[in-house]
């Protein structure tokens, strides 16, 4: 069993370096929340490092409880790329800070890092702040190889 979920591994990354052209230098599970003046989101899914380029992608969730309980809703998949060089800025910041820059409350540049003992006090949540002008709010698994990715 372990040996067909490392080869189903294996070729959806091969399938992903050739699509997008380069090897994965770094990847995680990760939770996208949103986006700065937008709307809160709770999507589950991968990001991953190809070069310069950070690829979000999300997966459709199997919940058979969901699915008896609901209608049947399409399910439309999340994913986009952010270069690296449209990278403004990333720091930690707390999950109700990043909530409240989603909806617009507070603007994405007036976001204060977490500092001292509000790294175990807060849930911790990665924004990354574009030239574009918006924030993107990610729950990062593996955060300490995510700051090491972004920086080489």
């Known amino acids: ?10 070729k959806f990354w091969e399938e992903r ?18 986006r700065s003046k ?5 999507l589950g899914g991968l990001l991953y490092i190809i070069d310069s380029t950070m690829i ?39 999950k109700n800070t990043a909530l409240n820059c989603i909806s617009g409350v507070i603007e994405d540049t007036d976001t204060k ?3 001292g003992l509000q790294h175990l006090l807060y849930q911790k949540v990665f924004q990354i702040r574009l030239k574009s002008g918006h924030s993107l709010f990610f ?3 593996k955060a300490k190889e995510f700051i ?3 920086r080489a």
Do not use: C, H
């Open 1 to 10: 069993m372990f040996e067909k979920q490392d080869n189903d591994s294996s």
């Open 139 to 141: 729950e990062i698994m």
């Open 113 to 115: 890092p977490l500092g």
């Open 56 to 94: 979000f992608e999300d997966f459709e969730k199997d919940n058979w409880m969901f699915k008896i309980l609901t209608k049947k809703k399409t399910y439309e998949k999340t994913e986009f790329d952010i270069q690296k060089n449209d990278i403004v800025e990333t720091k930690l910041v707390s």
């Open 148 to 150: 090491a990715a972004t």
């Open 38 to 42: 937008d709307r809160a989101l709770n």
């Open 17 to 34: 370096e050739k699509l997008k052209g380069g090897k994965v230098s770094y990847f995680t599970f990760a939770t996208f929340l949103g």
